[in-house]
């Protein structure tokens, strides 16, 4: 009992968050259509989240060939859904399935499935939370970073429809602190993390080269086949079943334009269907060059706050060479940022924080029209990052090699990318 209550005691700022959470995107997705439309009853639920539901009942069903459907969702293999099996299952065994109209979703299945969805993805907000407790954060400063981001997460989980994210932004944490706190001898155990992660959303692997570079090559090659293998299995099933329609969709990311939000890059994308895009090379790109920015800084420095920031710079590029935008691609950016941000400074987190909710408010809508939207949203990215490198005092010092007063006491810290470069002007 006595361990129980440490626990929660420790977990007690991302549990009330969550809790919150979970009220307030149960009772909005309920309520806000009745309120807001007089004699109207909708239910207002993400139908990104509803398509994936549909690749679990195939899934439950053992129709594997259904997994993977034309103009689906999931694009992705296939780890949440089988997760979320479980969830349609109960809900079946509650009789919570009843439509509001003919054509509508099964309304009483939100019930289980949103409150699931937020629990999925409120992993997110509890990795967050063990990274402020390793660095020893105050419990108002670790209050302040799961309101701030549990706003992030309601939107990616209820507001979008992708707790999958949420997800694997938490194992790639989790598989940065466990080296962070054991040392090598946890490696086996984080490329297990990764591997999962990547089995719920390959954004995971971007997490891959900033974790595993403080391993090296001969062991980061030897623990691979953990990266690969939570994957394989996940999709074994939908590939011997539909072989052709899993590839295409998990190899070209197939999108349709009218439902996103157009980069600079959108014109770059293949079409591979009627109506329908791919966005798979760019997002390749973007991965090689994150990872080898990893490589660079991190066999210089590994350790946490590095890790996390070469992750964060890695999303940002993802961001940047994205040929189709949604705001919940940018919200590993923020994520990590926040407590980054918030281990340096209060003012720090602060900033982050605007540019983060300045962020949602510029994304969460489709735009095709991208001469202002654009840059405005990749302004707040740039911004969030700037909160997380070093101040101007502290670029001099390290390209100059001198140190003020302030800088002789106490070891200055220096996060991502920017360190690197840094070390290369003053060689």
């Given at each position: ?128 939370d063990a990274v402020a407790r390793h660095w020893h954060l105050s419990d108002g400063k670790r209050l302040a970073l799961a309101l701030v981001g549990g706003v ?55 997490g891959v080269a900033p974790v595993l570079t403080r391993v090296g090559w001969r062991e980061a090659a030897r623990l691979s086949w953990r990266l690969v293998l ?198």
């Open positions: 009992m006595g361990r129980l209550s440490a626990w929660a005691e420790r977990r007690a700022a991302p549990s009330v968050v969550t809790v919150a959470m979970l009220v307030a995107v149960m009772a909005y997705s309920l309520l806000a259509h009745p309120l807001f439309h007089v004699g109207q009853i909708r239910l207002l639920a993400p139908s990104d989240l509803w398509s994936l539901t549909k690749s679990s009942y195939a899934i439950l069903h053992g129709n594997f060939a259904h997994i993977y459907v034309r103009n689906g969702s999931l694009t992705s293999p296939p780890a949440f859904e089988i997760a979320l099996a479980p969830v349609i299952l109960l809900g079946q065994a509650l009789g919570l399935s009843p439509h509001l109209h003919s054509t509508g979703e099964p309304l009483s299945l939100w019930f289980v499935l949103g409150p699931a969805a937020l629990l999925f993805a409120s992993t997110a907000l509890f990795a967050l992030g997460v309601a939107n990616v989980a209820g507001g979008w429809g992708h707790p999958e994210d949420c997800v694997a932004v938490a194992f790639v944490v989790w598989a940065a602190l466990a080296l962070e706190r054991d040392g090598l001898r946890a490696a086996p155990r984080a490329a297990w993390l990764l591997g999962l992660g990547i089995a719920f959303q390959p954004l995971a692997v971007l939570p994957s394989a299995i996940v999709l074994l099933p939908p590939l011997l079943a539909e072989t052709h329609q899993t590839l295409f969709v998990i190899l070209r990311q197939p999108f349709q334009p009218k439902y996103i939000s157009f980069t600079p890059l959108t014109h770059l994308a293949p079409v591979i269907a009627p109506a329908t895009d791919g966005g798979g090379t760019t997002r390749l790109i973007a991965i090689l060059i994150g990872a080898a920015l990893a490589i660079a800084v991190c066999r210089r420095r590994h350790d946490l706050a590095t890790v996390l920031s070469m992750v964060a710079v890695a999303a940002s590029l993802r961001v940047l060479f994205e040929t189709e935008l949604n705001w919940y691609y940018l919200w590993p950016v923020p994520a990590l940022c926040l407590v980054l941000a918030l281990r340096r400074s209060g003012f720090r987190f602060a900033v982050c924080s605007v540019a983060f909710l300045a962020s949602m408010v510029l994304g969460d809508r489709r735009v095709h029209h991208i001469a202002t939207w654009w840059p405005a949203l990749m302004g707040t990215l740039v911004l969030m990052l700037l909160t997380i490198g070093p101040s101007p005092r502290e670029w001099r010092s390290l390209v100059t090699g001198r140190r003020g007063p302030a800088e002789s006491v106490r070891p200055v810290e220096f996060e991502g990318v920017m360190v690197a470069a840094a070390d290369l002007l003053r060689e």
